[in-house]
């Protein structure tokens, strides 16, 4: 038997899972989610549209306007549709031929833990809150490679709240459980400090990169970034007012991409799912 | 303890799940994944981008134009990303402001069980299969309620491929075992004969409509359809060149809304969590 018959894509965004692949990833997510519960984290669940409006706090626009990926849908009149209907018929070619469009009031969420931080808002919390959200992400790309950059993936994501020295030590000792895990599994993995990918870096003010991402580092396997460990000091606590003993408060998450998991589990253990550690 | 604050919703599209509400819905979930292993179906699963190319092959544009949304972004030269971002910074008002969009290949899948065909293309079965799988799935929707009518939404589909014959007993089997889950958890309902929300009924040919779905049951729950039973005939199997025995395959599927039945059980119980008959 071979992975390949697992893996269904089409080599542009279609992605598809099944037999021992799809249980593969099943597996890693349980255990990227026992390590959240094992965090006293609470699993939540957040569908993948995000309000323009709730975006543009954080000046997501600005800063990432490449990756941003947004639904679209045809100007709701008739002739509206019709026109969409007769150009785009079983005969057509190509990519679909837009006419008029609808308003576009949300985004395809580019990352998971951004709904708990717009679910929080306004929220004032009197001790440190811990939050695990698996979530469908979305990101403009120029290449596709299957489990390895998608237009479209999985994003299982441990979100802490709470003071700086709270945020700290949740990191810290997501860094050692995380390499633990991979260590646990064979995969061989290196912790980098990394920064997020801005658009037209040397344009943008210096304090948003500052602001937005103080602090990330990335677990590297093979050259792809399989998991990172985000320290966004008080950035979502004062976009979304959400505070802790009357301050803004801190927030990290640790973020697991299921797919590069996946693909890091073939990568060490070849395609054949009995040398898999977890299945 | 009241449910309103496991529900996050900006009214707009945004949805999240927290607390018992979000664990009603993986205990729901898994209800309907037990269903589909205890009828022998194997579990897929699959992202929500499906190529525009395959969705054609079913005329699928023609049939549902007000339906079906698509990811865009803007276009990948640093002229109209700039201007994307100067217009959409956190000043911006109102909707994304949209300048040049990149090609459209994929759409955001607006069922489950699509993805299913298209990655069985050109298959040849000597038995009949059964896959299960749960997707996000997107619609155009005019008005949006919580839990009822989301432009984005989850549904658990089981899929089964073989004759005309094992088409009609799974079909009848699984109206049964559907309508006991139901009355286990006290959720009053009604199986109903329905049609597909046809673009422009009176225009369209009338052969598509008969082609389309030729037979569909919803299972409704206070005016709400929260499963669906569809005999396909051989309409995939002819689009999508997928035989048994030489000819095209036929094909059904049993589609649960996965919000949909969250709704039901607080309908039916309340909110208090200690009164669902599944948690």
Known sequence: MNAETWLHTDQHGFIGLAGPLHGLAEALDRAFLDLALSFGAESQEFGPLLAVR???KIDYFSAFPHLVMFPTSVQNDSEALREFAGTNGAQADGGLHLNRLGPVSHVLAPAACYAVYIAMEGASLDVPRRI????TCFRSETSFAPLVRQPC???REIVHLGSQHTVESFLAEARDRVLHLAAEWDVKCSIDAATDPFFDPAR???YLHARLFP???ELTAGDVAIASFNNHRNF???AFHISTQGAAI???????????WVNAILRTHGTDPVNWPLS
Chains 1, 2 share one sequence.
């Open 215 to 217: 602090s990330k580092h």
């Open 54 to 56: 709730d975006l543009r």
């Open 204 to 206: 943008s003010p210096k």
């Open 153 to 155: 993936f999985r994003m």
């Open 132 to 135: 695990t959200v698996k979530g």
């Open 236 to 238: 979502f606590g004062e």
């Open 250 to 260: 801190h927030t990290a998450c640790v973020a697991f991409g299921i797919e590069r």
